[in-house]
């Protein structure tokens, strides 16, 4: 089955190669799908909200290696998390929590297999890409893989109310779920009131709003424009959201806002 | 058949490896060759140019998936378009026509096939990925290909005389092929006047001058340096040019310029 | 075999794709690994260096498309090195004289095959990326090597003591090899002595330090921080180095530093 990558390593830089070569040598005939590589590099929790989110494109079957690692060559464990037809491997700090724990269930294995040379800092290569590799060959023996309670670090399943990514044209992904947040629900930016809207194209040139996006996020958008710029916000800033007032009627019968 | 990829989703971003999670569902077996993910995101017309261009790169027998659509979730339709032994899918604004005109013949389909879960903002990954992958496996029906008289938006055939791309060196792409420009023509931006030269080595380091580029284009560059820091441009800016007068012959049989 | 890419053509630009095409078209079943398309454009020393290194994680028996290349078009030539059970093609312009150098032995020879259309500036397309082609599927006579005495242009296989890559987290890679730099030596850079560490998570937060990479060359960095940006050094920076003087024993027996 196929692998698929998700990781802080940089898409430009010198490590996605490496882990490549890496699994390579132990899926030589599987192939790699680069889901992203820009995750946020030091918070852990917006990856864990963005690679549940990413998750539900992942097909079943596949193997899913995780690594935003800011504490590689502390104590924390590599792990194997299996979810709803889906193996993720990587560190055990939080990035695989939110997948499984939104999971109708999961099970948590703690990875005993170590290579014969392991770097301090580079645990994707050495440690993890071997193992999905195992993983999605179907040798989970060679893995060895022991079952554990739970795992370590969880994050919970609730939603995240701020900004876990900001793509390449300015859209602002949150970490709300719109299959749980009402459309007649405004967020709230630096006192900026951001109304919903179906589409793009619905709304003039500039104009913000929020929708729904491919995801399944509350996701804040501009059209033809970036709503990060306009904002000024980056990955990280809390978000506020109310509802909006329905009209009152008025003893005259007329609508006010 | 391979498929290639030119989008303006990003190189760096989460989208691409949604496109290709789709085509592996599709077309299993197929190679996928990244052409551009950063395409100039709001301009249909250059990223057009610039397909048209790259497509002399890509095999015969190939499909193409191009998608730069600031209008997804609008009216405009998705189109196949079968030229020069290759198919091209996207959206019916425009994005296809060079390419397609420049056939020496093509024909145009509508995409009836639609996928059970379409997002309002992401067609390139529930619409055009899968009927790229029923194409690159031979299986034109299932696409539910419809026959047109054309497409609906054409931008011609004729050469674009401005910046339509700026690459990491800071060399100009224009939208003008060097088969229909002639060496004794110079450009001019800002006043500058900028000569033909055929090779980086051929001019001091730093000097401006224009050449023909790997893909047949008349390009705008400087030896070690970037054209684009040195003259101030971005992709958009229109450009002049003029033919350098022939040395006059004097009465005392003297060339001057 | 597989073929791993190093370039500058830049991993977000219009140039790999095209070499992939080509790669398409001559191994069309090999493995394609992008090492790094963000080689220090402008240096091929410090991207020999870098080369180097990231060789030690190329699988033997495969072959590397190695290309930065400012000066193409003149006249310096095409060659390949068969080193340590795998091949490297490239420009004779000192870009695979450190791998080949250090390699236990290396033989070098002139590529004498060309193709049709040899465009001035694209010899990774329309030259290289051909012959890294043919040599993967093991078609040695088709790409008409000659041997040949040495390369032109050789850096030696001495350590490089300065910036030869900076990484997306602003790490700082040194053209040094730590197997061959003590411990107790201190990096100077602007002044600012640099001590040894084994990890990251051994220092405090934003300290800077330097380490053993998973390269093996020594790098600087930061716990959770830009070492570039605290030092505000770049690519091409030379670095000094110096070793703690151990602490004198006094005449008391105390210990002074």
Redesign the interface.
């Known amino acids: 089955m196929?692998v698929?990558l998700f990781t802080d390593f940089?898409?430009?830089?010198?490590?996605?190669?490496?882990v490549?070569?890496?699994l390579?040598?132990y899926a030589?005939r599987q192939?790699v799908?680069?889901?992203?590589?820009?995750a946020p590099?030091?918070s852990v929790r917006a990856s864990a909200h963005?690679l549940a989110a990413?998750l539900a494109?992942?097909?079943s079957g596949a193997v899913v290696l995780a690594v935003v690692d800011?504490?590689?060559?502390?104590a924390r464990e590599a792990v194997a998390v299996r979810a709803s037809g889906r193996w993720l491997v990587g560190p055990d700090n939080g990035l695989l929590s939110v997948a499984a724990g939104r999971a109708a269930r999961h099970e948590a294995y703690t990875i005993a297999w170590r290579p014969k040379a392991l770097?301090?800092?580079?645990h994707g290569?050495?440690l993890f890409a071997p193992v999905a590799g195992m993983l999605a060959r179907g040798d989970r023996k060679r893995a060895r893989l022991r079952k554990r309670a739970r795992l370590a670090v969880t994050f919970g399943t609730s939603d995240l109310s701020e900004v876990i990514?900001v793509?390449?044209?300015g859209n602002v992904l949150t970490g709300l779920r719109a299959s749980v947040f009402r459309r007649d629900r405004v967020l709230v930016v630096n006192g900026i009131r951001i109304p919903y809207a179906?589409?793009?194209?619905?709304v003039p040139q500039g104009q913000l709003f929020w929708?729904?996006?491919?995801l399944g996020l509350v996701e804040l958008a501009a059209n033809?424009a970036s709503a990060q710029r306009i904002l000024g916000i980056v990955q990280g800033c809390p978000l506020d959201s109310e509802t909006i007032k329905p009209p009152a009627r008025t003893d005259r019968g007329r609508l006010t806002i």
């Open positions: 196929a698929f940089g898409s430009a830089d010198i490590y996605v190669g490496q490549k070569a890496a390579l040598e030589p192939s799908v680069d889901l992203l590589h820009d590099a030091f963005l990413l494109r992942v097909p800011p504490g590689v060559g502390s770097s301090n800092s580079f290569r050495d990514y793509d390449h044209f179906r589409v793009y194209s619905e929708y729904v996006n491919s033809s």
